[in-house]
């Protein structure tokens, strides 16, 4: 890992339909984005956010981070990641593409992802986090967290929005007791080359019936490794998430 170059790339959009400018909503006196660029520094010392507006990239200059104007017209945080490489320059070999909207992404997350790469067949490393009984059997079935399949090397097999796999003759309420099932975070790191490979893919049928991106690399055989997280991060996507965020970061700021 230590001699691989990283480069972490935040993309940060201010037109998300269900909170706009979320970036710059403020989080404990701060702007969220803040929060993000914070954690992700402590460990990849290369970053910067690529954002389609003005406002997120004043905001992120003003408070002595690196920002980069990309256009509003791409579908995917992969493909914004992709045109803040070209940009960017210099000439890193991974290209970790975190959220925007994580404000408590953990460096332990962060270095558990850029571990994925000591393997040097991972093409594309994601997190995961094993689901627990307190979670409960709605958070399990939620479709809104996808869930991923892992082989015994730790790579994906499969993401979907449905629970996978099914435990034949297991009640369904014993399920989160009788096996481990992951929770997929949306957290990626490409080697450069895989970056430029999959922007170019056209959208697959299983990326379109689910509406998972992650599939389409998986159908075009790509090798996604994935790194085991047991922290639990908030990401914000609405008003209510930030509220939440509030919360657990006066928690935080307590203990």
Request: aromatic residues 8%; negative net charge.
């Given at each position: 890992?230590d001699?691989l ?5 935040i ?6 339909t ?13 702007p ?6 914070k ?7 290369d ?8 406002r ?11 920002a ?22 210099g000439?890193p ?6 959220q925007?909207?994580e404000?408590f ?6 270095q558990?992802?850029?571990?994925c ?9 994601t ?22 399949v ?8 499969y ?11 297991v009640?369904?309420?014993?399920w989160?007791?009788?096996?481990t ?19 170019a ?7 379109r ?6 599939l ?13 997280s047991?922290?639990?991060?908030i990401?914000?996507?609405t ?12 928690l935080?700021?307590?203990?």
């Amino acid at each position: 890992m230590d001699s691989l170059k990283f480069l972490a790339v935040i993309p940060a959009r201010y037109a998300s339909t269900r909170f706009p400018g979320k970036p710059l909503a403020r989080l404990g006196g701060e702007p969220v984005i803040r929060h993000v660029w914070k954690q992700v520094t402590q460990v990849f010392a290369d970053a910067a956010v690529a954002t389609d507006d003005p406002r997120i990239y004043d905001a992120v200059e003003a408070f002595g981070g690196r920002a980069v104007m990309t256009s509003p017209d791409h579908r995917s945080g992969t493909d914004r990641c992709r045109e803040a490489v070209d940009k960017l320059g210099g000439d890193p070999d991974v290209i970790v593409n975190v959220q925007g909207d994580e404000p408590f992404i953990a460096p332990s997350q962060l270095q558990a992802i850029a571990r994925c790469f000591d393997d040097p067949s991972t093409d594309i490393a994601t997190l995961v986090k094993p689901f627990t009984e307190a979670d409960g059997l709605d958070a399990l079935e939620n479709p809104n967290s996808p869930k991923v399949v892992l082989g015994s090397a730790g790579q994906a097999l499969y993401f979907s929005r449905s629970v996978i796999p099914y435990l034949r003759g297991v009640p369904r309420e014993e399920w989160l007791a009788r096996h481990t099932f992951y929770k997929h975070i949306g957290m990626y790191a490409f080697r450069r080359e895989t970056l430029y490979k999959v922007t170019a893919l056209p959208q697959s049928a299983l990326e379109r019936a689910e509406s998972l991106e992650q599939l389409r690399w998986l159908e075009n055989g790509f090798r996604i490794r994935a790194g085991i997280s047991d922290v639990e991060t908030i990401g914000i996507d609405t008003p209510e998430d930030l509220a939440k965020a509030e919360e657990f970061l006066k928690l935080k700021m307590k203990n």
